[in-house]
């Protein structure tokens, strides 16, 4: 798993790393309990991504020293799995409340759009166009009924609220007046 953020820079970065090189491929990183946190799994120069068997966790480069037994970090295994777990219970904490809020919104949006959607509510199109009024319904169409008594039949899901809080149907007048007269 990639991620944008680096996890806990600063926690690894708090002290001054030995030596900053680039991890090979496969090489064990070491903790600073002298027991291995997991192996690289991929380096790009700037981040080392070590896979601890529970997570993959994007370390920066610079955040390893070495040691006599190869690359280190300042962390112990049981640390960075902690900080990783952290760092994705907030990740999904976080899509969870942004799914809620847009959840929230398309509820409020249908809501309005149910309340405006009503029997002699004024319709104009998407172009800001007058096309007329709300007839009647049949089924999941709107019936329109235009200045000069023409009656167009729209779908439902035709409809939204429009930037000024108005019905609009989703479509410029001709579009729709073409539509309407066969073309």
């Known amino acids: 798993m990639k991620f944008t953020n680096y996890l806990a820079a600063a926690a690894v970065l708090a002290i001054a790393p030995v030596a900053a090189q680039a991890q090979d491929v496969g090489a064990t990183v070491m903790g600073n309990d002298d027991a291995p946190i997991g192996t690289v799994i991929?380096?790009?120069g700037t981040t080392v991504v070590v896979d601890t068997g529970m997570h993959q966790a994007p370390l920066p480069a610079d955040a390893f020293g070495t040691?006599?037994?190869?690359?280190t970090i300042n962390l112990t295994k049981a640390q960075?799995?902690?900080?990783m777990s952290q760092q994705l219970a907030a990740q999904e904490a976080a899509a969870a409340e942004a799914a809620a809020a847009q959840a929230a919104a398309e509820a409020e949006a249908a809501a309005a759009l149910a309340a405006a959607l009503v029997v002699g509510a004024p319709v104009i199109t998407s172009d800001a166009q007058p096309l007329?009024?709300?007839?009647?319904f049949i089924g999941e169409n709107v019936v329109v009924k235009a200045a000069d008594e023409t009656l167009i039949t729209l779908?439902?899901?035709f409809f939204a609220i429009g930037p000024n809080g108005n019905l609009m149907a989703l479509a410029?007048?001709?579009a729709i007046m073409a539509a309407v007269n066969g073309g």
Do not use: F, I, K, Y
């Not at 040691?67 to 690359?71: F, I, L, M, N, Q």
């Not at 960075?80 to 900080?83: A, E, S, T, V």
């Open 80 to 83: 960075l799995n902690d900080l």
């Open 42 to 44: 991929s380096n790009d």
């Open 132 to 136: 007329g009024v709300v007839d009647e």
């Open 155 to 157: 779908p439902r899901n």
């Open 67 to 71: 040691s006599e037994a190869g690359p």
């Open 172 to 174: 410029e007048l001709d």
